[in-house]
T-cell receptor
């Protein structure tokens, strides 16, 4: 079965510090991986994706993610956190065989303290 | 502006009373999906559609129906809602490179 896991329900960092939100995946074949952000009372917004190529993917709002095939991980990172980054973050993977099916992690709440 | 709209945003109903949540996108995408979001479970795909008149089940389709008569619209139908369908529902429209645009969500309460 294909899936993603976000092992941390919540991550707390101080403004200006680097942040990491963890994601591990389990898929057959080459993974298509995504990160989305959800602000309160809003729908999810696309941040970035990995399909192939460079293992470091850059996305919106200064976020980046590192794909690690040996560790089956796709961690979201940002060098310097902002209070406005506080939100719920979801990792997702596309099914390897049915390209219209997606699997989401349980979400990680990021709290950036001033 | 590219967007996905959903209506209603909030809905309180009673067990067994049929309801429809509408979804519309203005990006001419072929692929659309419905998800439900529950605390601790993330998003789970209910149904998806590859094009007009082409739909298929996601991971949690029980108790739901969908239709795709026009490319832009993808309504979600609950013919006999039950309390376990109380949830936050999102419609999404998918680009050809698999990025999803999500609607603002519909918070459904079934009593």
């Amino acid at each position: 079965a294909q899936s993603v896991a976000q092992p941390e329900d919540q991550v707390k960092v101080a403004e200006g510090n680097p942040l990491t939100v963890k994601c591990t995946y389990s898929v057959s074949g080459n993974p298509y991986l995504f990160w989305y952000v959800q602000y309160p009372n809003r729908g999810l917004q696309f941040l970035l994706k990995y399909i192939t190529g460079d293992n470091l993917v850059k996305g919106s709002y200064g976020f980046e993610a590192e794909f690690n095939k040996s560790q089956t991980s796709f961690h979201l990172k940002k060098p310097s956190a902002l209070v406005s980054d506080s939100a719920l973050y979801f990792c997702a993977v596309r099914d390897s065989y049915n390209f219209n099916k997606f699997y989401f992690g349980s979400g990680t709440k990021l709290n950036v303290k001033p | 502006e590219a967007q996905v709209t959903q209506n209603p945003r909030y809905l309180i109903t009673v067990t067994g009373k049929k309801l429809t949540v509408t979804c519309s996108q203005n990006m001419n995408h072929e692929y659309m999906s419905w998800y439900r979001q529950d605390p601790g479970l993330g998003l789970r795909q209910i149904y998806y559609s590859m094009n007009v008149e082409v739909t298929d089940k996601g991971d949690v389709p029980e108790g739901y129906k969908v239709s795709r008569k026009e490319k832009r619209n993808f309504p979600l139908i609950l013919e006999s809602p039950s309390p376990n369908q109380t949830s936050l529902y999102f419609c999404a429209s998918t680009t050809s490179s698999y990025e999803q645009y999500f609607g603002p969500g519909t918070r459904l309460t079934v009593t």
